[in-house]
């Protein structure tokens, strides 16, 4: 049996993002991926188009993005960088060794539309985990329901008994989770709720630079009410650049 009462906190901060749940993987995905595998840590190549997040206050979060996997989603992303339609925007949401959530110009998480006006499926990918610093759409029911609004997994530790539990549930809902993936969270952390016991989200991009910089944000004060920063933490800009072949930091280590 799941003892729920020892993963209520980390579920509710899951129903605060705007409530995922479930979705089909993308039709249009060009990549195979075998089950049981993650790609999420596979270095930028040299000339490859990235997403940087400039935080005013803050710095810059680096995000290798996914076309293969998630072309949709990939394209929406990028398309609305390149409009400008990030510029100047907040993370609305923001709770600690969880995510921060951004991308809506009405600032309070009911807004916000994708390039082509209103939601699209951006759907689940085989090989995209939410392990720490993934990039994903926040939705309000399905991965139908993907619009401008994205969250970026901040650290968090994955106690042995938490691991357990988790994978007993993922095993209920026919959905196990494999030996490579289990590792990969004990060693970095993340919401592995969000893979599929919670719901099921689009993930289409993954911090290789800055992710501390996304660390020192989740621990901004917040309203306890809404999880709304006291102050504004604002997206200064979010740029399509191509990658020159500077450093990788995946995992909060690479930083010390």
């Known amino acids: 049996m799941i003892n729920f009462k020892k993963i209520t906190a980390v579920l509710l901060s899951g129903l605060m993002l705007t409530g995922f749940t479930a979705g089909c993987g993308d039709k249009d995905a060009k990549t195979t991926v075998k089950d049981g595998e993650y790609v999420n840590f596979t270095a930028p190549e040299k000339g490859e188009e990235v997403a940087v997040i400039t935080i005013k206050d803050f710095g810059d979060v680096k995000v290798k993005l996914f076309p293969d996997l998630a072309p949709k989603a990939v394209e929406n992303f990028v398309d609305l960088a390149k409009d ?8 609305h949401r923001v709770i600690e060794d969880f995510m921060i959530q951004g991308g809506d110009p009405k600032g309070d998480g009911t807004g916000g539309e994708s390039k082509w006006g209103g939601a699209f499926d951006g759907g689940v ?64 952390g993340g919401a592995i709720h969000l893979d599929g016991y919670m719901g099921e989200y ?11 910089v996304a660390e020192a944000v989740s621990k901004v004060e917040v309203n306890a009410e809404n999880s709304k920063p006291l102050k504004d933490v604002v997206i200064e800009k979010v740029s399509i650049e191509k990658y020159d072949g500077e450093d990788v930091k995946f995992y909060l280590s690479d930083y010390k």
Do not use: C, R, W
Request: charged share 15%; no cysteine; net charge negative.
């Open 202 to 212: 689009t993930v289409f991009g993954q911090v290789y630079y800055g992710l501390d």
């Open 125 to 188: 990918t085989k090989g995209l985990y939410h392990f720490v610093g993934a990039v994903a759409y926040a939705n309000s029911g399905s991965t139908a329901t993907d619009g401008s609004q994205f969250y970026i997994v901040t650290g968090a530790d994955i106690a042995d008994d938490m691991m357990n539990q988790y994978v007993q549930a993922y095993a209920g809902i026919d959905k196990p989770l494999s030996d490579a993936v289990q590792k990969k969270y004990k060693e970095v």
């Open 84 to 91: 400008g339609y990030y510029n100047d925007l907040i993370f």
